[in-house]
């Protein structure tokens, strides 16, 4: 079974991967701030207000990895047949469990 650590380099994010980096890098800074809110006893609905806004950060960043991921690593698994195919659609099932549940 193919690991991340021996995937070929280059996976399906590789053409946004500045985009994915601009939004973790701007989710980083949602969760700074709400950290500084906390240390600024900031009244408790605006920071679950800012939890809000960095966990749908998080999320779209997930579910562009997920799209990458289908479009790119499960479709070229599909293509190839036999139990990789398999094993990549039970993966991406999985990784949607996590992100769901």
Same mark, same amino acid.
């Given at each position: 079974?193919?690991?991340?650590? #021996?995937?070929?380099? *280059?996976?399906?994010?590789? /053409?946004? !991967? #500045?985009?994915?980096? !601009?939004?973790?890098?701007?989710?980083?800074? =949602?969760?700074? *701030?709400? =950290?500084?809110?906390?240390?600024? +006893?900031?009244?408790? @609905? +605006? @920071?679950?207000? =800012?939890?809000?806004?960095?966990?749908?950060?998080?999320?779209?960043?997930?579910?562009? %990895?997920? +799209?990458?991921?289908?479009?790119?690593c499960v479709?070229?698994?599909?293509?190839?047949?036999?139990?990789?195919s398999q094993? !990549? %659609? !039970?993966?991406?099932? /999985?990784? @949607?469990?996590?992100?769901? *549940?």
């Amino acid at each position: 079974m193919e690991t991340a650590a #021996d995937a070929p380099v *280059g996976h399906g994010y590789v /053409n946004h !991967k #500045d985009d994915l980096l !601009k939004r973790l890098r701007r989710a980083e800074g =949602q969760v700074r *701030g709400i =950290q500084r809110m906390v240390e600024e +006893d900031t009244y408790c @609905i +605006d @920071i679950l207000t =800012q939890v809000s806004a960095a966990t749908k950060a998080l999320e779209r960043v997930a579910l562009a %990895l997920l +799209d990458d991921h289908l479009s790119h690593c499960v479709a070229e698994a599909a293509e190839a047949g036999g139990t990789m195919s398999q094993e !990549k %659609l !039970k993966e991406a099932s /999985n990784a @949607i469990a996590r992100l769901v *549940g």
